[in-house]
């Protein structure tokens, strides 16, 4: 039977049997490697879970249990219905949800709703409280008739009126806002979630600036803040707002400061070194990236660091620098093969192998060796799990790219149709703008059918 919003999960805890807290995570953590996952689970998630306070697991993890317990359903591993614990529908207006929540207590727990809108922009459109739901809109709809996904980010009374003294439920809410945007965005990308994921950012620091009557929470506000910062800024980033984005990750990184929050402030530097990158400044890419690993020194995750080696490395490679480079990816791949902990921040769900050899190959690709690019290239599109979607459509089109400036336009062709494909279902100006790209680069094989076939269907899309 269901766990109650306020009971432990005894039935989850049955299942764990004699194993530790720890040990059980590292199960977890095993099992979502088998099937394509990548979750960073750890003892805390697991008391979590035990105690009743995550009633429904999210997606990545859903995955994950019932692989490890075939046959059952998430009711028989103590959890709530999804809907009890996420549903609510939206009140009035396409986008009320964003700052309005029913007539409540500051202390009443509070949710956040996905919802969808179609293009027609009359009416209060279509919304959705399961994120399959919304990708199979986004299929059905295509990229021409979706204007907006957003998140309903639901903080405030029907007043609309900040709280003289913010509680753990305000806390909650931004800490889940930010996990709703990632797994948009990890599903769908970028571009029409942007807009309307701001709003719910300016909420939280309203919030911030209201100040929780406990240091608890006010520190949990800081963190999630900064977090929904760092998640709104790669929004911009990933849909070519780049001066946005710059914007939003140095305001995640001055809360970082503020609270002395050295995860926060790695991940902060972490985004900004790969803006950097993506902006032409190599040189200051490098110093963003060695700035997180000095923040993330003290944090005991050898993933995190890697992933920071991995950003200086591109930097390094931007400004032909190829022993440097090689050096950064030599301390790449010994902290990542240190394998993951319990001290490997949530955000970093994405960063597993497949991650790790998309990266590289963009150091090999920035030193001019596409060949071998396209060898890590399509490592990563073969690693990678279907739950990543948008990881999946980018690894895809860098692999086209790399093709194509290979001398192999046929296989580049195949690359890229199958990102059109998956376009179908993904939002990103950033893999567009590669695929224009891989497109321009293949004009002059339009002899080959395959090529013409891509450049033609590139040109109707």
């Not at 929004?235 to 995860?263: F, N, P």
Request: some cysteine.
């Amino acid at each position: 039977m269901a766990a109650s919003p306020h009971s432990p999960n005894s039935t989850f805890r049955h299942l764990r049997g004699q194993h530790s807290p720890a040990e059980f995570a590292a199960l977890v953590r095993r099992s979502a490697r088998e099937i394509g996952e990548t979750v960073s689970c750890d003892a805390r998630y697991i008391g979590r879970v035990e105690s009743g306070e995550i009633r429904c697991p999210n997606y990545a993890y859903e995955r994950v249990f019932l692989h490890m317990f075939p046959g059952r359903s998430l009711a028989d591993l103590g959890f709530s219905p999804r809907e009890a614990v996420r549903g609510r529908a939206a009140r009035s207006g396409p986008f009320s949800a964003l700052t309005q929540r029913p007539h409540t207590t500051p202390t009443t727990p509070v949710h956040i709703t996905p919802t969808l809108t179609t293009g027609s922009g009359s009416g209060p459109g279509s919304r959705f409280r399961e994120s399959d739901v919304l990708r199979r809109a986004f299929m059905a709809g295509g990229s021409v008739t979706v204007a907006a996904a957003t998140i309903g980010l639901t903080l405030l009374g029907d007043s609309r009126r900040i709280p003289a003294r913010v509680g753990a439920a305000e806390a909650a809410a931004v800490e889940d806002a930010v996990r709703q945007i990632r797994l948009l965005d990890d599903r769908h990308g970028a571009d029409a979630l942007y807009r309307k994921a701001a709003e719910p950012l300016r909420t939280a620091y309203a919030l911030l600036d209201a100040g929780a009557a406990r240091q608890s929470t006010q520190d949990r506000l800081h963190a999630g803040a900064g977090e929904l910062a760092v998640s709104v800024g790669w929004l911009a980033h990933d849909s070519g707002r780049l001066d946005d984005a710059r914007s939003h990750y140095a305001e995640a990184l001055a809360t970082a400061r503020v609270s002395g929050d050295a995860g926060l402030e790695a991940h902060a530097f972490s985004n900004m070194a790969f803006l950097a990158l993506d902006g032409g400044r190599s040189r200051e890419a490098v110093r963003a990236a060695q700035a997180g690993r000095r923040a993330a020194r003290s944090l005991g995750s050898p993933r995190l660091l890697s992933l920071l080696d991995l950003r200086e490395a591109g930097a390094w490679a931007g400004l032909d620098d190829r022993k440097a480079c090689e050096e950064s990816l030599a301390r790449a791949h010994t902290e990542f093969s240190r394998g993951g902990s319990g001290s490997d921040p949530e955000w970093m769900s994405f960063f597993g192998e497949a991650e790790l050899e998309s990266l590289e190959a963009r150091c090999w690709a920035a030193l001019g060796e596409y060949a071998r690019a396209a060898r890590h290239a399509r490592r990563a599109a073969d690693l990678q799990g279907p739950s990543f979607a948008r990881n999946l459509a980018l690894y895809t089109a860098e692999l086209a790219g790399y093709l194509a400036h290979a001398g192999a336009p046929d296989e580049a062709a195949w690359a890229g149709g199958r990102v059109l494909d998956l376009l179908a279902e993904i939002q990103s100006t950033r893999i567009r703008s590669m695929l224009a790209t891989t497109a321009d680069t293949l004009a002059p094989y339009r002899r080959s059918p395959r090529v013409a076939a891509f450049l033609d269907r590139h040109a109707a899309v």
